[in-house]
């Protein structure tokens, strides 16, 4: 069956450290991998995607992922976090048409 | 930002009552879809539309119906709320079809069922 996981449900990281959120994904075909942001009481706002080619995307607010297709992995990276990066991270599958599987999230904390 | 509205922002209500939700939308995009967000489970689809008068379930669709009679606007109907269906609902839009395409999303609508 396909689906998604995102293995950290809390992730609690210092201003200015480095961040890595992983993402793992059952799908028979080529994924299309999508990276959402959810503030508190706000919609989910697109990071970055993947859909074919370089497998290193970059997004806004300085994120990057990295598609593995061997470890069926898009993991969501940052070098130095933001406070305001404080957030609910969610991964996402396109799942054929009109269809996508979303991660249960990963809620960060940044300390300041 | 997409331009999506959902209404209401927030609304209480008691079970076997209706209760409906709107999004309104003024990107003209085809596609729309109702989602419901719950701790642990992610985002879950609840029904989407491919244009006016097109809709189809998702995967959580039993207790909901939907209807879209304009472009613009996306009704998720609880015709009898029981308190599973308390949740936040998102709606969510695409400009096109197939999975590849980014969704937007509106703000969400917080609904409690007592």
């Known amino acids: 069956a396909q689906s998604v996981t995102q293995p950290d449900i809390h992730i609690t990281v210092s201003e200015g450290a480095s961040l890595e959120l992983r993402c793992n994904y059952s799908?028979?075909?080529?994924?299309?991998l999508f990276w959402y942001v959810q503030s508190p009481g706000q919609g989910l706002q697109l990071l970055l995607k993947?859909?074919?080619?370089?497998?290193l995307v970059q997004g806004i607010k300085g994120f990057e992922a990295e598609f593995k297709r061997s470890q069926s992995s898009f993991n969501l990276r940052k070098p130095s976090v933001h406070w305001s990066d404080a957030a609910e991270y969610f991964c996402?599958?396109?799942?054929?048409?009109?269809?996508?599987?979303f991660g249960t999230g990963t809620r960060l904390k940044v300390l300041a | 930002d997409a331009g999506i509205t959902q209404s209401p922002r927030h609304k209480v209500t008691e079970t076997g009552t209706p209760v409906t939700l709107r999004c309104h939308q003024t990107?003209?995009?085809?596609?729309m879809y109702w989602y419901r967000q719950d701790p642990g489970h992610g985002l879950r689809l609840i029904h989407y539309?491919?244009?006016?008068?097109?809709?189809d379930k998702g995967e959580v669709s039993d207790g909901y119906s939907v209807s879209r009679s304009k472009t613009e606007d996306f009704l998720l109907t609880l015709e009898s709320a029981t308190s599973s269906q308390t949740s936040v609902y998102f709606c969510?839009?695409?400009?096109?079809?197939?999975?590849?395409?980014?969704?937007?999303f509106g703000e969400g609508s917080r609904l409690t069922v007592l």
């Open positions: 969510a839009i695409s400009e096109s079809g197939g999975s590849a395409r980014e969704l937007f």
């Open positions: 799908y028979g075909a080529t994924p299309y």
């Open positions: 993947y859909f074919s080619g370089d497998t």
């Open positions: 996402a599958v396109g799942s054929g048409t009109y269809k996508y599987i």
């Open positions: 990107e003209n995009h085809r596609y």
């Open positions: 539309s491919y244009g006016v008068k097109d809709t």
